[in-house]
Structure formats: C-alpha cells, structure tokens
C-alpha cells in the first residue's frame, strides 16, 4: 500500500482576523475560518485519494475545523496532543507586528535552539511533532491519515517528515484551510502544498499569504 498523510491548517480565527499571535491560547474559529472549514470539507469529498482516519490537535479551532471536514467523511476523529501548536510563552498574544519587530521568524529559522521569548524552540516543536507522526504511523499501518493543526506545528512536523532544514519549516507554511499532501512510501514525497484554491476569494488571505507571521 502507498500511504498517504495529509495536513490541513485550521480555518482563520479572531486571533488571525485581529492580527493576534497565538500558540497555545484558545481562540475560536470566526465566520470566515467556518466557511474555510466547510469549503475543504468539500473538497474532500471528491479528493482521489482515500483516508481513513482525522488526527487533530487538541485546541478548540483545530477541534472545529476537523469536525466540519469530516461532515461529508465521516472518518473516526482522534485527538493527538502532540500535534498542538507552538508554544510562544511570554509573547502570546501579542501582535504579528510584534512578532515581527522581536525577529521571531528570523531567529528561529537560524537557530534550532532559539527560545528567547519563554516558549518551546524549534528542536522541541520538531521533536514533538515528529513523534506525534511517527506514533500515528506506526499505530495506523495500513490507513491514510489526515492531521488538523496549526501553522507552526505542521511546518514542523513537515520539515520531520521530509527531513529537511530548518526545523522551523517556514517553507511549509500554510494557508488557514489549506491543504498539503505527502505520499510516504517509498520515501516521502510532497504532492500537494499549501493548496487553497478550493477557497473561493473572499475566503483567501490577501495575495494568498499565510494569516500569521511565522514567515521569513
């Protein structure tokens, strides 16, 4: 069997619509987020590709997002804390901006270690949601899995899975309710990145940018 894993971002939030950084803060889904949701559940629908089961973060926005694609799947839904988002520590909560002005992006795509603002660095995010990964694919043998979770997390997670550098990942950055797809054997290979285009316009982020600042 050629297995698959599939990662969608959860849909835009307040957070995101205020220009707010959020990492493990709870912050709901708005309007626009719903119908991002409803929109990849669709696509999915008619997606040639079978899955079999919805791994998805434990923070409420990647909760709701999962449940809204699996309306028309129906696929079993289990949460796996360690597809969580990152941990910002001090700077929770403060603005894109702000992030910006501290270097986040910069610091950590040039140093692995890098945890200046009191939250989880780059080696531990990676580390976290590498084995969260691992886990599912050792657990799940013969089945496709799709992971609902964070921007962050998932570039993460990719930079793992692809083995590749930095372990920031920034160069898997998503859209909120995009999809990105790798098949796994014999060695993973990416099918599908950061494809929003089941999003109709008013439901893209201007010049179709992620709606966060963890960006080079």
Known sequence: MNRHM?????????????????GV???????KGISQAQATGERLTTWATPYHRILVSPLSRALETARLINA???LPIEIEPGLIEC???????ITYQQMLD??????SI??????????????????????ALTKALSSYRNENIICVSHGSAI????????KTQPKFGYQYLMHNGAITEVLLDPEPKVLTLNDFQHLGEELQAPQGQPANVQQA
């Open 6 to 22: 599939m990662f969608i971002r959860h849909g835009e939030t307040q957070a995101n619509q205020q220009q707010l950084a959020y």
């Open 25 to 31: 803060t709870e912050s709901p889904l708005n309007a």
């Open 72 to 74: 028309g799947l129906n």
């Open 87 to 93: 941990d910002l520590g001090d700077w929770e909560g």
């Open 102 to 107: 501290n270097g986040y992006a910069v610091k």
């Open 110 to 131: 040039k140093d692995d270690n890098f945890e200046g603002h009191g939250g989880e660095s780059p080696n531990t995010v990676y580390a976290r949601v590498k084995a």
């Open 155 to 162: 570039a993460h997670g990719m930079a793992g899975l692809m």
